[in-house]
């Protein structure tokens, strides 16, 4: 019997990208209250269509899983998250390719990075609830 004398744990990490200049001009086209608002709302519906790309990865939706990848690309950017973006965009391509494995994988990538943004948004913002 082969005893197992070390286990190592990989423990992924995701470099989050905000885009400064980007939620500097929501701000300064929209004001303060309502660029905050639009923020708020925006950071919400991040994270409901990353549940929703999960929810069609699982039940393997394909078509959408596309359109919701796709969805979260365009929103995304709209608010500087660039690295979400690019990975939302992979996802896509991962399905247009038919490559459930890479699909799988990249989705995985695009909810850590989605935590992370969600959450490097909400402190820069000081969104407090």
Avoid at 41 to 66: G, Q
Avoid at 80 to 100: F, K, P, Y
């Amino acid at each position: 019997m082969n005893v197992v004398e070390k286990i190592l744990t990989l423990e992924h990490t995701e470099t989050v990208r905000l885009d400064p200049d980007r939620l500097s001009g929501l701000y300064r086209q929209l004001g303060d209250k309502s660029a905050l608002d639009v923020l708020c709302r925006t950071v919400e519906e991040l994270a409901v269509r990353l549940s929703n790309c999960e929810r069609f990865w699982r039940k393997r939706d394909w078509d959408n899983l596309r359109k919701c990848s796709k969805s979260l690309v365009a929103i995304a950017d709209q608010i500087g998250m660039t690295a979400l973006a690019r990975v939302a965009n992979d996802v896509a391509q991962s399905v247009d390719a038919g490559d459930a494995v890479a699909a799988g994988a990249t989705l995985g990538r695009l909810i850590r990075i989605g935590e992370r943004s969600l959450t490097a948004i909400w402190d820069q913002q000081d969104l407090s609830v």
